[in-house]
Each structure stands twice: as C-alpha cells, then as structure tokens.
C-alpha cells in the first residue's frame, strides 16, 4: 500500500505548520494536505475499516471502566489483541508493559513541556533558564 502523502509533501507542509505559529486549525492543516492529498477510495475504505475496529477495541473495558485489549504482535509478527485479563501468553503482557511504559514516559515528558512553557507564560522562570534546563 502506498501513503497518502509523499514524503517530500509532508515535509512541506510541516515547514507551512512551523511558518503558521503556536496555533493552527484542523481546517488550515485540511488546507496544506489539500493539495498533495492522494486518494485512493478502496484504501480508504480500509482504512477506515481497521480504524474502527481498533476503536472498538480501545473501547473493550472491564465493569470498572479500565481498559483490557491492548494490541501487539504475536509470536508470526501478526498484529494482535489480547485481553490481558484472560491471556495466557506471557510474553504478550510482557510487549504490553513495555508499550504502556513507553506512552507513559513521552507523556511524562510532554506534560513537564507544558508545565514549563506554562511557566515560562506566567513569568515564573525567565526564557533564558528554559534553555539551560
């Protein structure tokens, strides 16, 4: 399957993103894709398929409203859901962990990002500390 953007496309409209500031709409965003957009309607409808279906499956909770399929490989490579309440496969819960784990981390990281611009708004650290920490 091919993308809907070429690389070089999407390189141009990160550069018209950056150009656009802090903020940008989904429509200005629908705008710069607009043009390079490639459409291919049985792709899509694919697409959409497998969305949909993982959507359900994000949505897969137990009576406590906590999240029990997660996705990952299994042992041939194929793409998988296992409920980690009723697997028996070890090794899954453990791909699991470490995905969990890795959102975690880059969440830790965006929210100390946000704290410190937030900061850096309000006048509680100058911008000159922002670069030395």
Do not use: W
Not at 35 to 43: A, G, L, M, S
């Amino acid at each position: 399957m091919s993308k809907v953007l070429e690389k070089k496309a999407r390189e141009k409209i990160l550069e018209q993103m950056d150009e656009l500031g802090g903020e940008i709409t989904t429509e200005q965003i629908i705008e710069l894709i607009r043009p390079h957009y490639i459409f291919d309607i049985r792709k899509l409808r694919e697409q959409a398929l497998r969305r949909t279906a993982n959507s359900i499956m994000a949505t897969y909770k137990d009576k406590k409203g906590i999240r029990t399929c997660f996705n990952c490989k299994d042992d041939e490579g194929k793409s998988k859901y296992f409920n980690i309440e009723t697997t028996t496969d070890k090794k899954a819960l453990s791909n699991i962990e470490t995905q969990l784990n890795k959102k975690y981390k880059g969440l830790n990281i965006s929210m100390k990002k946000v704290k410190k611009r937030r900061e850096e708004l309000s006048g509680q650290i100058s911008f000159d500390e922002t670069v030395t920490q």
